[in-house]
């Protein structure tokens, strides 16, 4: 496996024709929302210092870190969110993100919604989160966006979290984090 240090991309600031994308203003959209949604559904994060960094956001579970990876989601047509699971290297090859980070924070803002993912749910390069039924009715092996949704609040959270509020505890709903804390006990 490569060290972390090669992999990195320069982030360009300002794009250096009209036609290109501005990858740094994206990035740091998407990390600013998936770090308020997860101040709103009631996690506690953190944030490294400087560059450099494999992941964006930690979160602190009870005593544990959970590291995310902040990622921009497309939505596709057909009716799936795409984002990548790997970096793209300076030597024309792809890194895995596996050992360096828990999870991916992914914000589309298509479906302006935040997704919390294990990176065991994930495979090695890229992934989709399905948003539409499939044509041909299949659900089985079916990534649904659904299931790792955080912000805005899904509809069936709503009574978790009126009870964590009133109990002073964290929601139940916590996506992801439950697994994490089951694997690393």
């Not at 990176?119 to 092996?141: C, F, H, S, W």
Request: hydrophobic share 40%.
């Amino acid at each position: 496996m490569l060290p972390w240090h090669i992999c990195q991309h320069s982030v360009s600031r300002m794009p250096s024709s009209a036609n290109m994308r501005d990858t740094g203003s994206i990035g740091n959209k998407t990390e600013a929302v998936v770090l308020a949604a997860l101040v709103q559904a009631s996690y506690r994060p953190l944030l490294p210092f400087g560059g450099g960094h494999p992941y964006d956001i930690a979160l602190d579970l009870e005593g544990k870190l959970m590291r995310i990876q902040c990622k921009t989601g497309r939505l596709l047509k057909e009716g799936v969110v795409f984002f990548p699971t790997a970096i793209w290297c300076r030597n024309m090859s792809y890194r895995s993100y596996r050992g360096d980070i828990d999870s991916f924070g992914v914000y589309c803002p298509s479906t302006k919604e935040v997704y919390l993912v294990p990176i065991e749910d994930v495979p090695g390069r890229a992934a989709y989160l399905r948003v539409e039924p499939t044509k041909n009715g299949q659900a089985k092996g079916v990534r649904w966006a659904k299931d790792y949704v955080i912000w805005p609040e899904p509809r069936w959270t709503t009574d978790a979290l009126r009870l964590a509020s009133a109990t002073r505890r964290l929601p139940a709903r916590q996506i992801g984090a439950e697994a994490f804390l089951a694997q690393s006990a």
